[in-house]
Every structure is written in structure tokens, then in C-alpha cells.
């Protein structure tokens, strides 16, 4: 087994399915980017706002996105699946946003929003005890994030991959709390 990861996030990973590059990929896509994949869901996550603490949103129940639309906003680098979506919510309002910081991984957004650097909308993350960050829960229709297990469609599934699967499938269904 060989283990890589993508710079165009999960759009490369999907690309690189396509092209027989990989045999599975973890992705997260929009549905629409899906095309030429055979999917297995994993979980789904629903988006939120993470603003600094001192921010006049912090205290809010919810968080529309137009009322973020005129922020700086940190987010992953382009062609990860959770900022295709976000782009795309704002562009949906007619608000396109303003990334001014691309951080390599989304365990990192928190970082950068505690540092007064922008405000995220991102699938739930965890937040370190004591950072500067407070996680909001989006206002209207929601928006969510969904981690697929992915195969080039057509192909046949070698055994290594059907076996990789049954196995992640198996845990999956034990209700561990990684996948709630």
C-alpha cells in the first residue's frame, strides 16, 4: 500500500482516480464533481463559522453567510472539496468572498483564525482549549461536508482495496464516534 496525498486536494486525488493514477481515494467533493467515481459515504459533517473570540459575531446562536461576506476569510488551498463548496454558497448569494489566506490542511484554519487573520467557514473542526477561536453554527440551509471512500468507476476493485473497505465499512457500523 502506498499512502499520498494531493496539493489540488481532493480534486486531485479524484483526477488521479480517473487517470488509474490511484486505485482508492478519501475524498470530499460536491456531488457534482463526483462524475467517473463509484463512492462509498464515510460521514458528513455540517459546515460552521469560526470567527476570533473578540469578533461582534462571536456571541451569535448562528451565522448567516452574507453576514461574512465582506470578511477576510482563511481557508485550504483551492481544489479541496470544502472550499469548492464554500466558494460556491457565496457565489450561490451573489457575494463571492475574499480568501486572503490559504492554509495547506484544514486542521490548520483554526490556527490562522485565532491569529486575527480572517474568519473560516469550514466542516466542523475541532478547536484547542484555550485558543482565541469560537465555532458558530451556520445560519439557514445547511451546508454539509460528506468524506467518501472513492474508486475510479468501471474498474475493477482489487482485492487489497475490497478488503480496505469491508474493514473501514466494518467500523463504520460499529458507531464509532469518529464517524458520528
Known amino acids: 500500500m502506498h499512502l499520498t496525498a494531493s496539493p489540488e ?23 457534482s464533481e463526483l462524475v467517473g467515481l463509484e463512492v462509498d459515504p ?17 456571541s451569535q446562536a448562528e451565522i448567516a453567510l452574507a453576514e461574512l461576506a465582506d470578511e477576510s476569510f482563511v481557508d485550504t488551498l483551492r481544489g479541496f472539496g470544502n472550499r469548492l463548496m464554500v466558494d460556491r454558497a457565496y457565489e450561490a448569494i451573489g457575494r463571492p468572498r475574499r480568501v486572503t489566506v490559504e492554509g495547506p490542511d484544514l486542521p490548520s484554519v483554526p490556527a490562522y483564525v485565532a491569529a486575527g487573520l480572517g474568519v473560516a467557514v469550514v466542516p466542523r473542526v475541532e478547536i484547542e482549549p ?22 475510479a468507476r468501471g474498474r475493477r476493485r482489487s482485492r487489497p482495496v475490497e478488503a480496505l473497505l469491508e474493514l473501514l465499512d466494518d467500523y463504520i457500523n460499529r458507531d464509532h464516534g469518529f464517524f458520528a
Do not use: C, K, Q
Open 9 to 31: 486536494g481532493s480534486t486531485g486525488l479524484a483526477e488521479d482516480l480517473r487517470r488509474s493514477r490511484l486505485d482508492l481515494a478519501f475524498i470530499g467533493l460536491p456531488d
Open 42 to 58: 464515510i460521514l458528513a459533517m455540517p459546515f460552521v463559522a469560526l470567527v476570533p473570540a473578540r469578533h461582534g459575531l462571536a
Open 130 to 151: 484555550g485558543t482565541n477561536v469560537v465555532s458558530v453554527p451556520l445560519a439557514g440551509e445547511p451546508l454539509t461536508w460528506s468524506l467518501y471512500a472513492a474508486t
